[in-house]
């Protein structure tokens, strides 16, 4: 088996802690914004969105008004939602990149949402060699296809890649495309892995 030279990265929970209930926390209760969140089936218009889709688009098809305002509402409330960095991860990412990794990233992120998330972390809109948004080429991660565009964009080939992900199903797609693949627990498993590779 090749042993990976590149770090491709997830972002969303893995280098950025991502709470999509901190949206409405000043104008909802944390029950509310679950019964809210689990009424309109957040997730699987926030993936829809991920691939493309827009929030406002989405907010015109449910019924009850005041969901609808509130789902519009996601997009200028987005900075809430990612106050904080996952710092011992970015610490590995950095001693990587400073020993000469390559570091690049491929993130499942509305095209609407990323420049909201730029607004609080502007480093991740500098850290990577490649970086592939879903919602601006119109492919999703666990697909096969995010991770051949990535590949042909960076110029790589996936066996030189290890690819870094907090939800099992993209970890699935990865190894699918042809990467290493590390399942994202936590900074100190992940240390743990990218030593075992060699690459810290």
Sequence with gaps: ????????????N????????????DVMSDDEITAFMDRIQFDKLNFAC????????????????????HLADYVPRYTRTVPNKL?????????????GVPIHAITNWSAETWPEGLKVHPELGEVFETLVVS????????????????????????????????????????????????HFTGAEA???????RGLL
Excluded at 50 to 69: H, I, V
């Design 135 to 182: 919602g601006e080429v119109g492919m999703v991660k666990p697909s096969v296809q995010i991770y051949r565009h990535f590949c042909a964009q960076a110029g790589v080939h996936p066996q030189d890649c290890v690819f870094i992900d907090d939800s099992l199903h993209n970890v699935v797609g990865a190894k699918a495309a042809g990467m290493d693949a590390i």
């Design 87 to 99: 710092t011992g991860t970015w610490e590995l990412l950095y001693t990587m990149k400073q020993a």
């Design 190 to 196: 992940l240390k743990a892995a990218l030593t075992e």
């Design 14 to 25: 893995v280098l950025v802690d991502w709470q999509p209930k901190l949206a409405w926390s």
């Design 1 to 12: 088996m090749t042993t990976p030279s590149i770090v491709v990265f997830d972002i969303g």
């Design 50 to 69: 991920d691939a493309g889709a827009k929030f406002g688009d989405a907010a015109k098809d449910l019924p009850n008004a005041q969901d609808a305002q």
